[in-house]
């Protein structure tokens, strides 16, 4: 080796080590996931700045496991954005003094306390702590009830749809039947509502209706049995108190509700609709939407799929009724949409509408299918993020950092009818044609 090149070899160490002494204490992380798993947004960064009372956070973790040092990097990135949080990372199984000093027992727990308040966390990521420091700091969200007693979809339980087994509840998406079993399952839903920090409880109306005045948000989720008068009235009646309520229906059941939705001026039959041109798949069923009313609601939405729906109709109601109702329509097939009783007659048809009472400041969401908001459906395109953000609507409280719950998701491209039809045109024939062409020019055109 000659003297230049001991002479490079010396620089080449030298950039290094000057390299290494620059980034030493240069704190920059990137993150390569696409949900930003282990990043703050900007909205979180600003709602932990303007935190101004002491918040303690104590993190019990394994540090042989992948998963729960991931969880403690993220809270040590909001212990950075503010100097009125203290975090203090342990092993249970190292330090169980402090487990047993924080009531602590397991693992991956989190104890976030300010002053009296104490909220302990189990399943966390950016959206769950933040909640938790908002629990701590602020007053409670909300409860959300799920009533119980008609067959309805179950937000405690994971089940999912049981594609081959027999039953007689029928989806028909993707051009197969779908059945369950006894209820569907809406935990998915069920976890991000307590992400975001509220309250779920199921209400069994025929022996707990004097606790709905207890509900922020009333939810009936795809009911397979007709409701009784008597539950009928208690709703009724929790409307006319202000009550806030999300009705979620499916075709081919009688809920014994019409009667109650005549004085808001909203009606439907329990008729299977299918839209010709937007839907799921080979699923006419399926109805797949895309574009939506103006509302806040609906306003960032992009594809939402709606498997099996009824349609809400306007009826003419008494101008001297007391509850002088405001419809809004939130979710609207395409101009050729029809129904199973009206073969051939297409026209644009309601799914989903928001009423407001003028009188009793009732607020009330009516859709034509829950399936949607399912274990099986909640994960397709913004159906989840449309379910949260009618909750936080209906409780009417506005989410603080303004984000949705994080994890990772498989990519699946879902496509509509005619987004199938206009790849397989281009992929199919287009192409091939092209490349043809251009084949058969470039032989003669050598020939020449």
């Avoid at 727990?109 to 933040?130: C, H, M, Y």
């Avoid at 948000?217 to 008597?230: D, G, H, N, W, Y």
């Avoid at 574009?291 to 729906?309: E, M, Q």
Wanted: with cysteine; aromatic share 10%; hydrophobic share 40%.
């Amino acid at each position: 080796m000659g003297f230049s090149d001991l002479v490079k070899s010396l620089l080449f160490l030298f950039f290094l080590i000057t390299m290494n002494l620059f980034v030493r204490d240069l704190d920059y992380r990137y993150d390569f996931t696409d949900q930003k798993i282990f990043s703050l947004s900007a909205k979180t960064k600003e709602f932990i700045k303007s935190i101004d009372q002491p918040v303690s956070v104590f993190y019990a973790y394994d540090i042989r496991n992948r998963a729960l040092k991931d969880v403690a990097d993220t809270l040590r990135l909001f212990e950075r954005e503010s100097e009125k949080l203290s975090l203090e990372i342990f092993d249970p199984i190292i330090e169980p003094s402090l487990a047993e000093k924080h009531g602590i027992r397991f693992a991956g727990t989190a104890v976030i306390r300010s002053g009296e308040r104490k909220v302990e966390l189990n399943l966390i990521d950016e959206v769950a702590f933040v909640n938790g420091l908002i629990k701590v700091t602020s007053s409670s969200r909300g409860k959300i009830c799920f009533t119980t007693g008609h067959l309805e979809s179950d937000p405690f339980s994971m089940q999912t749809h049981d594609h081959y087994e027999g039953g007689s509840h029928n989806h028909s998406f993707g051009g197969k039947p779908l059945t369950i079993h006894e209820k569907h399952g809406m935990g998915e839903a069920y976890n991000s509502m307590v992400i975001l920090g509220f309250e779920v409880e199921k209400l069994f109306l025929a022996k707990q209706s004097n606790l709905i005045s207890n509900c922020s948000v009333l939810v009936i989720a795809s009911p397979q049995r007709k409701f009784m008068e008597t539950e009928a009235d208690k709703i009724k009646k929790y409307l006319i108190n202000g009550g806030n309520l999300l009705l979620m229906l499916e075709p081919g059941v009688e809920t014994g509700l019409q009667k109650l939705f005549k004085d808001y001026g909203v009606s439907w039959r329990p008729d299977f609709i299918y839209d010709e041109s937007r839907h799921l798949r080979a699923d006419k069923y399926a109805i797949a939407v895309t574009s939506y009313p103006r509302h806040k609601i609906t306003r960032d939405l992009a594809l939402t799929v709606f498997p099996g729906a009824v349609a809400f109709e306007p009826t003419v109601i008494d101008d001297t009724a007391d509850i002088k109702p405001v419809i809004i329509p939130l979710i609207e097939t395409s101009d050729k949409a029809g129904s199973l009783k009206t073969e051939g007659l297409y026209e644009k048809k309601i799914i989903g509408l928001s009423i407001k009472s003028k009188t009793n400041n009732s607020n009330i969401v009516l859709l034509g299918d829950g399936d949607f908001a399912t274990n099986s459906f909640y994960s397709i395109g913004d159906n989840g993020r449309f379910f949260n953000i009618l909750i936080n609507e209906l409780a009417e409280v506005d989410n603080v950092i303004q984000i949705e719950p994080k994890s990772y998701k498989q990519d699946v491209l879902s496509l509509t009818s005619n987004q199938a039809a206009v790849l397989f045109l281009v992929a199919t024939l287009a192409l091939p044609i092209i490349f043809l062409v251009l084949g058969v020019y470039v032989f003669f055109y050598s020939r020449v």
